[in-house]
């Protein structure tokens, strides 16, 4: 079964419990959080209670002190159901504040929505579960790119060549096949598509995916959304992963997809809300700068759905390559002890970095071209990055077949399959 697969964040979440009193755990729907924690609890010794039958979300309204009062952990999936079990579980922690009392599943993110936050604030540890990534369905060791990439900024000017710390970089890094990319590229990353061989069943899935999406999930986010016909839901998604990877005009997406503004807004909001998409925000160094957010899809199977980019050939597409990527990265921070921040920027003349990951003191500032030889203005946005940032190292990635290449003391090339 491919939800039996060990995830990576496994250990991230045991170690949150053995310290804080609630953690919580989020991620798009059918992402895989049941299976993962229902297998922990076991291990665990924990009870587990679903909010997906009646009988026990009834339970837990009608008696929710009750309900909540446990000997071991209580493991509640999709815990949004029931909001109002939040503050109790508030006050029972302020009296008795013990470590691993509450794992909390849920297909949104807590921390969005107001009655839930305000409860939690300070008291939970909130983790997302992503769609598998490359190295995690394939059950292989995970990729050490960006965490190599921070290490190797604090080696800078220490007594190293630039050649040779580049050289041991490398060194650390699997070159992997450009086929595999372009398989997961495809199917994306939620179990069943993931790891379906039948291209008209994973077809099917998708659909009924984007119907239970728009006519049940959003509504249960956003109730004014009620009046959202299927059409116009779809629309704005077709929509909204055409501008992948871009800054989000939502006034003209509201136009093609026959959406009033406040529409078009809360239904943005909502999709956020359920971890469908992230909202990345830009870094203003200039007049000229971007100040829009930019949309990035959480799983590359959905959006291919969407914009029928479902053939292997969509590696060769610079929004494809660009949300692989964005995938990949995204993996690789997330069980980081410490916080990442990304940012990216872009002026009106078409300078962009589009991933700048910030680690403390530390930045690293990434770049997608299709040349196999950078072009000469990618050279200079980074090089304008790394001086006005002390602590910091740019790389462009190229095409598989470029070569590896140190283009300034803090500015490297290497092709885009050493990530992986």
Same mark, same amino acid.
């Given at each position: 079964?491919?939800?039996?697969?060990?995830?990576? #964040?496994?250990?991230?979440?045991?170690?949150? +419990?053995?310290?804080?009193?609630?953690?919580?755990?989020?991620?798009?729907?059918?992402?895989?959080?049941?299976?993962?924690?229902?297998?922990?609890?076991?291990?665990?010794?924990?009870?587990?209670?679903?909010?997906?039958?009646?009988?026990?979300?009834?339970?837990?309204?009608?008696?929710?002190?009750?309900?909540?009062?446990?000997?071991?952990?209580?493991?509640?999936?999709?815990?949004?159901?029931?909001?109002?079990?939040?503050?109790?579980?508030?006050? +029972?922690?302020?009296?008795?504040?013990?470590?691993?009392?509450? +794992? %909390?599943?849920?297909?949104?993110?807590?921390?969005?929505?107001?009655?839930?936050?305000?409860?939690?604030?300070?008291?939970?540890?909130?983790?997302? %579960?992503?769609?598998?990534?490359?190295?995690?369905?394939?059950?292989?060791?995970?990729?050490?790119?960006?965490?190599?990439?921070?290490?190797?900024?604090?080696?800078?000017?220490?007594?190293?060549?630039?050649?040779?710390?580049?050289?041991?970089?490398?060194?650390?890094?699997?070159?992997?096949?450009?086929?595999?990319?372009?398989?997961?590229?495809? !199917?994306?990353?939620?179990?069943?598509?993931?790891?379906?061989?039948?291209?008209?069943?994973?077809?099917?899935?998708?659909?009924?995916?984007?119907?239970?999406?728009?006519?049940?999930?959003?509504?249960?986010?956003?109730?004014? #959304? !009620?009046?959202?016909?299927?059409?116009?839901?779809?629309?704005?998604?077709?929509?909204?992963?055409?501008?992948?990877?871009?800054?989000?005009? +939502?006034?003209?997406?509201?136009?093609?997809?026959?959406? $009033?503004?406040?529409?078009?807004?809360?239904?943005?909001?909502?999709?956020?809300?359920?971890?469908?998409?992230?909202?990345?925000?830009?870094?203003?160094?200039?007049?000229?700068?971007?100040?829009?957010?930019?949309?990035?899809?959480?799983? $590359?199977?959905?959006?291919?759905?969407?914009?029928?980019?479902?053939? $292997?050939?969509?590696?060769?597409?610079?929004?494809?390559?660009?949300? #692989?990527?964005?995938?990949?990265?995204?993996?690789?921070?997330?069980?980081?002890?410490?916080?990442?921040?990304?940012?990216?920027?872009?002026?009106?003349?078409?300078?962009?970095?589009?991933?700048?990951?910030?680690?403390?003191?530390?930045?690293?500032?990434?770049?997608?071209?299709?040349?196999?030889?950078?072009?000469?203005?990618?050279?200079?946005?980074?090089?304008?990055?790394?001086?006005?940032?002390?602590?910091?190292?740019?790389?462009?990635?190229?095409?598989?077949?470029?070569?590896?290449?140190? %283009?300034?003391?803090?500015?490297?090339?290497?092709?885009?399959? #050493?990530?992986?």
């Amino acid at each position: 079964m491919p939800h039996s697969r060990k995830r990576f #964040l496994e250990p991230v979440i045991r170690s949150a +419990l053995s310290w804080s009193p609630v953690v919580g755990l989020f991620g798009l729907r059918q992402v895989g959080k049941t299976t993962l924690v229902k297998e922990l609890t076991d291990t665990l010794k924990g009870e587990f209670e679903t909010f997906d039958r009646e009988i026990i979300l009834q339970r837990a309204e009608e008696t929710p002190v009750q309900f909540l009062e446990r000997d071991s952990l209580l493991t509640i999936d999709e815990a949004q159901k029931a909001p109002r079990i939040f503050p109790i579980i508030k006050d +029972l922690i302020g009296v008795k504040r013990r470590p691993g009392r509450f +794992l %909390l599943t849920g297909s949104i993110r807590f921390t969005l929505k107001k009655e839930i936050r305000e409860s939690l604030t300070g008291r939970i540890v909130m983790r997302e %579960l992503l769609p598998f990534s490359l190295a995690e369905a394939a059950q292989i060791e995970k990729s050490v790119f960006l965490k190599e990439a921070f290490q190797a900024i604090g080696k800078i000017h220490h007594k190293n060549s630039e050649h040779s710390l580049f050289d041991r970089f490398k060194k650390k890094l699997r070159n992997t096949d450009v086929h595999r990319l372009s398989r997961t590229l495809v !199917s994306g990353g939620l179990p069943i598509p993931c790891f379906a061989k039948d291209d008209q069943k994973k077809g099917m899935w998708f659909e009924a995916y984007f119907e239970t999406l728009l006519t049940r999930d959003v509504i249960l986010v956003e109730p004014t #959304l !009620s009046s959202l016909s299927f059409r116009q839901g779809l629309a704005f998604l077709k929509e909204l992963a055409l501008v992948q990877g871009n800054e989000i005009n +939502l006034s003209d997406i509201a136009v093609k997809s026959s959406l $009033s503004p406040l529409m078009a807004k809360r239904l943005i909001r909502s999709l956020e809300i359920l971890a469908l998409v992230d909202m990345i925000p830009p870094v203003i160094r200039a007049q000229k700068a971007v100040r829009k957010f930019q949309v990035e899809w959480k799983d $590359s199977g959905l959006w291919g759905y969407l914009t029928g980019q479902t053939k $292997s050939r969509c590696l060769f597409d610079i929004k494809a390559v660009h949300l #692989l990527l964005t995938q990949e990265f995204r993996s690789q921070t997330s069980d980081f002890d410490d916080a990442v921040f990304w940012n990216f920027y872009r002026n009106r003349d078409g300078a962009d970095i589009p991933w700048i990951f910030k680690r403390g003191s530390r930045s690293v500032a990434l770049k997608f071209h299709p040349s196999e030889v950078p072009p000469s203005y990618d050279w200079r946005i980074l090089k304008k990055f790394v001086n006005e940032n002390k602590e910091s190292l740019a790389i462009v990635l190229g095409p598989e077949k470029s070569t590896p290449t140190v %283009l300034d003391e803090k500015i490297w090339f290497l092709p885009l399959t #050493l990530v992986f």
